[in-house]
């Protein structure tokens, strides 16, 4: 047996592949077009693997798709293929609509050519996992409950909004045609191998070379952040005895104030790598212009995938913080290779110039 995955080469992606291989020999196959997210210095472990196999390539592509399912014929596609950073989103929002909704629903369309050949003992083991985000749900206020999967979709970013757009789509695959799909809504991941533009990593970044720790407006928006490897584990538990059709929710049960995260990374960073002048890092926190349309706050209710999947974040903050400042400060070259690199200068150049 084998599964598709596209998008493996991404934060998330790369970590699910290392995770699937660490724990099963069932082959993957690895379908990620290599923008400037996806990396293959993070899947280096896996260069002499026969287990896995990276296709680079495009999810719009239909020929290719096409032709990765005749070929391997997998008994599952997980699809975590996509553009992912809002900020991205709001300067140029084209590739998103291209990969996050026609490419899922390429996807889609020659998934349901090829389980519709298949015998019906394959079809009925099929499954379709479509990995998608909490911002679907759009702002909570303070007080508001948190995002249960009826919750209606409110996106308000270009990004949330093109997210939306491919779980409807999904959705109505199964509604319409029967396809086994499932799909999953997760809230905000941090840990390894997360390109520097997202906050964590952004901010262990520029503490570690001396320059401001960017935090958007006044820094009281709130999200909810779960380490990768939980999220791995919540995918494999889903795909493992999800219900087709239906939506599970993926968080960490752990909301916090984006500068108590700051402070908190600077805090760590104090610990374990001071600064030579013994002042805290948290001297370079620099408050900056808000993200435009800035959703105040996400909260996870994780509650339907506990009881009906028995699946639960092994980590807390505290542990997976940890984890994660002493993954980049030990893997320095890998983020000094991205940080490095011009595509991502241009960006914080032009997106921080203010
Ligand atoms: P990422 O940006 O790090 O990686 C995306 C990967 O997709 C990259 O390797 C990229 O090369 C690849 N890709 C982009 N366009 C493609 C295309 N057209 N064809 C094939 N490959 C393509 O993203 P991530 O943070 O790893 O997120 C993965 C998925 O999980 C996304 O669907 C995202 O919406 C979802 N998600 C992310 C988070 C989070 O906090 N990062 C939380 C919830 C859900
Ligand atoms: O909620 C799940 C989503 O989490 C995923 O669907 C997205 O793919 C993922 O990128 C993430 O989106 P966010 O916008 O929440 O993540 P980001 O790391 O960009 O920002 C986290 C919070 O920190 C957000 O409130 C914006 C703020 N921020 C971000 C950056 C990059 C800052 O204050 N300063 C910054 O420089």
Redesign the pocket.
């Known amino acids: 047996m084998t599964i598709l995955v ?10 699910f592949v290392l995770d699937w291989l660490s724990q099963s020999d069932e082959p993957i196959i690895n ?9 293959p210095q993070s899947l280096q472990a896996l260069q002499q693997d026969k287990r896995h196999e990276l296709v680079v ?5 239909a020929g290719l798709v096409a032709d990765l399912l005749k070929r391997h014929r997998p008994r599952a596609v997980i ?7 809002v900020d991205r989103s709001i300067q140029g929002p084209g ?1 998103f609509i ?3 909704i026609v ?1 899922t629903f390429n996807l889609l369309e020659s998934v349901r050519a090829y389980w519709n050949e298949m015998d019906s003992a394959a079809r009925a083991a099929f499954r379709f996992l ?6 679907v749900y759009g702002s909570l206020s303070a007080d508001e409950d948190a995002f249960t999967e009826t919750r209606r979709y409110e996106p308000n970013s270009p ?1 949330s909004a093109s ?1 939306a757009a ?1 779980d409807h789509l999904v959705r109505a695959y199964h509604h319409t045609y029967g396809m086994p799909v499932l799909t ?7 840990g390894p ?3 520097p533009e ?1 906050l964590i990593p952004l901010v262990i970044a520029n503490a570690s070379s001396g320059k401001p720790l960017p935090v958007y407006g006044d820094g009281q928006q709130v999200r909810d952040w ?1 380490y ?1 490897a939980d ?1 791995c584990s919540g995918l494999r538990r889903i795909l493992e005895a999800g219900t087709v059709g239906q939506t599970y929710n ?1 968080g960490g049960w752990n909301e916090r104030p984006n500068l108590t995260v700051v402070t908190e990374i600077c805090e760590l960073l104090d610990a374990l790598q001071p600064r030579a002048d013994g002042v805290s890092y948290q001297e370079q926190i620099a408050f900056v212009k808000d993200r435009p349309g800035h959703d105040r706050r996400y909260a996870i209710n994780a509650s339907k995938i506990e009881r009906d999947l028995g699946w639960r974040p092994a980590e807390t903050f505290e542990t997976g913080l940890r984890k994660t400042v002493q993954w980049y400060l030990a893997n320095s070259p890998w983020v000094e290779d991205i940080v490095n690199g011009a595509y991502h200068r241009s960006w914080i150049d032009q997106h921080y110039a203010a």
């Open positions: 596209t998008g493996g080469a991404g934060f998330i992606g790369a970590n379908l990620d077009k290599l923008t400037y997210a996806g990396n390539g495009d999810i719009c592509d699809n975590l293929a996509a553009e992912s950073h590739a291209q990969t996050n490419g479509h990995v998608s985000t909490d911002e990004y997210k491919s999953s809504n997760c809230s905000n991941n941090y191998l997360q390109f997202k779960l990768v999220h993926i």
